[in-house]
Nanobody, 125 residues
Framework: QVQLVASGGGSVQAGGSLRLSCAPS????????MVWFRQAPGNERERVAT???????RYADSVKGRFTITKDNANNTLYLQMNSLKPEDTALYYC???????????????????WGQGTQVTVSS
């Protein structure tokens, strides 16, 4: 069973940038349907960015044009580049992956087999 290890969170001022990373415990793990979620206190966990193994991406409207999801094939690590951060981006961010790309865009959070432990992002005004 593979585990995902998320890192890169921190505290920044509004307008700043952060890059989150998510690495599998098994270097040979084959990624499918890669997603970043976030959850702010009192809110439900929401999907922020999606990357299929064919390179297709999708973003929540709230982060379009500011966040970019990528995967580095050299080190098999998933990233979320976050620019122009806003206080409302403050949340615990989780990486997740499904067992396949089938219906990737439609999957609910309960359909993801692998999760990172969460990394805190705090944006101050």
């Amino acid at each position: 069973q593979v585990q995902l290890v998320a890192s890169g969170g921190g505290s920044v001022q509004a307008g700043g940038s952060l890059r989150l990373s998510c690495a599998p415990s098994r270097p040979t793990y084959r990624w499918h349907c890669m997603v970043w979620f976030r959850q702010a206190p009192g809110n439900e966990r929401e999907r922020v960015a999606t990357l299929r193994s064919d390179g297709t991406t999708r973003y929540a409207d709230s982060v379009k044009g500011r966040f970019t999801i990528t995967k580095d094939n050299a080190n098999n690590t998933l990233y979320l580049q976050m620019n122009s951060l806003k206080p409302e981006d403050t949340a615990l961010y989780y990486c997740a992956a499904a067992r396949s790309d089938f219906s990737c865009i439609l999957l609910s959070r309960n359909d993801f087999a692998y999760w990172g432990q969460g990394t805190q992002v705090t944006v101050s005004s």
